[in-house]
C-alpha cells in the first residue's frame, strides 16, 4: 500500500518535467514575437496591380521631311525637278507641343528578395497638336544655253503647311526595380509604344519661265553667228515673254504611328495594397507622312495591388 503514494509522486515529478516543453512547442511562436500580432505589415509588391494617373508632357513634332515625298512624286517628270530639285527644300520646321492629360496602367510583378521584375501596359489620352511653322521660298535659276543658244529663266515659288494631332497612346513596358526600406520602389523601364494621330498636309509648287532665243546678224556678206540675248524677266502683261505652271498635293487622314518609350519613376507604399507613383517618360515616335513626334512627360499617379 504504500507504493502508491510514491508511484503518485513519480507521476506528478514527470508531468511537471514534460508540460513545459509541451507548451514551448504549442505557443513558442507567439511567445517569441514571430506572430505579426502588433507589429507593422510588410507591403506587398509582388503580384498585380492597377491605377491611374495625371501627367504634363512637353515635346516636339519635326515637319521637316512632311512635304518631300508629295513634292517629289507631283512634281515628277519636270525640268523643274529633275534640275532643281524643289522638294528638298526646307519648307516647313519643328514646332513645340504641350498637353496636359491623365492615363491609367496595369501590370504584373515578381518579386526576388529586394529585386523586383515585372511587365506593364499604360494607355494615356493626351490633347496635342502641333502646326508647322514655314515661310514660303522663292528662287530664281537659268538654265545654260541649249545647243541652239537659247536661255530659259525659272522663277520659282513653294509653300506648304502640315499639322498633327495626337490622339492617344498606349504603351508595353518591362521594369525593374530594387525595393528600399519595404516602403520605396525605384525603378527604370523599357517599352513599345503605339497610338493614333490625325495630319494634314498642303504644299503647292508654282513657276514661270521666260526663254529667250539668240538672233542672228551677220558679218561681212556670208557668216551668221548667233548671239544670245539676256534673258528677261516673265512679264505676265505680255503672254508671250512667260509660261506659267503650277503643281501640288494635299493630304488629310488618321494612322498608326509605333514607337518607342523609356524612363524611371518610384512607387512608395502607403499601405499593403495602396502607393503612390511619380514617374518621368520619354517616347519617342518614327515618322509618319514625314512628320517626327517625340514626347517627354511627368506623371504623378495612385495604384493598387492584390
Known amino acids: 500500500m504504500e507504493s502508491a503514494p510514491v508511484r503518485w509522486v513519480l507521476c506528478a515529478v514527470l508531468l511537471c518535467a514534460f508540460a513545459p516543453s509541451a507548451a514551448a512547442q504549442e505557443f513558442g511562436p507567439a511567445l517569441r514575437g514571430s506572430e505579426s500580432v502588433g507589429q507593422p505589415i510588410r507591403p506587398k509588391w509582388s503580384g498585380f496591380y492597377f491605377g491611374g494617373d495625371v501627367a504634363f508632357g512637353s515635346g516636339n513634332a519635326n515637319f521637316s521631311n512632311a512635304t518631300q515625298s508629295p513634292l517629289a512624286y507631283a512634281l515628277r517628270d519636270t525640268v523643274v ?18 498637353s496636359s492629360f491623365v492615363g491609367g496602367y496595369a ?11 515585372g511587365a506593364e501596359i499604360t494607355y494615356a489620352h493626351p490633347n496635342v497638336k502641333a502646326t508647322a511653322p514655314g515661310t514660303p521660298m522663292g528662287r530664281s535659276f537659268t538654265n545654260a544655253p541649249d545647243a541652239t543658244g ?5 522663277d520659282i515659288i513653294a509653300g506648304a503647311s502640315a499639322s498633327l494631332q495626337l490622339t ?13 526600406d519595404d516602403i520605396f520602389l525605384p525603378y527604370g523601364f523599357v517599352g513599345l509604344a503605339v497610338g493614333r494621330a490625325n495630319y494634314t498636309s498642303s504644299s503647292t509648287v508654282s513657276w514661270t519661265t521666260a526663254t529667250t532665243v539668240p538672233t542672228p546678224y551677220l ?11 539676256p534673258v ?6 505680255v503672254p508671250e515673254t512667260c509660261a506659267s505652271y503650277s503643281e501640288g498635293n494635299d493630304q488629310t487622314g488618321n494612322a498608326w504611328i509605333y514607337g518607342f518609350d523609356a524612363g524611371v519613376g518610384v512607387d512608395v507604399a502607403l499601405m499593403r495594397n495602396v502607393f503612390l507613383r511619380g514617374e518621368f517618360e520619354y517616347v519617342h515616335f518614327f515618322p509618319v507622312k514625314g512628320i517626327t513626334l517625340e514626347l517627354a512627360t511627368a506623371r504623378a499617379g495612385v495604384g493598387f495591388k492584390f
Open 219 to 229: 558679218v561681212g556678206t556670208s557668216v551668221v553667228t548667233l548671239t544670245p540675248q
Open 168 to 180: 492617344d497612346y498606349g504603351t508595353a513596358r518591362a521594369r525593374a526595380g530594387w525595393v528600399v
Open 107 to 117: 501590370g504584373y510583378d515578381t518579386q526576388w528578395q529586394d529585386v523586383i521584375l
Open 232 to 237: 528677261l524677266p516673265c512679264d505676265p502683261s
Open 150 to 154: 537659247a536661255e530659259t529663266e525659272y
Open 81 to 98: 525637278e529633275a534640275d532643281f530639285n524643289p522638294s528638298s527644300w526646307p519648307l516647313l520646321g519643328t514646332a513645340t507641343v504641350q
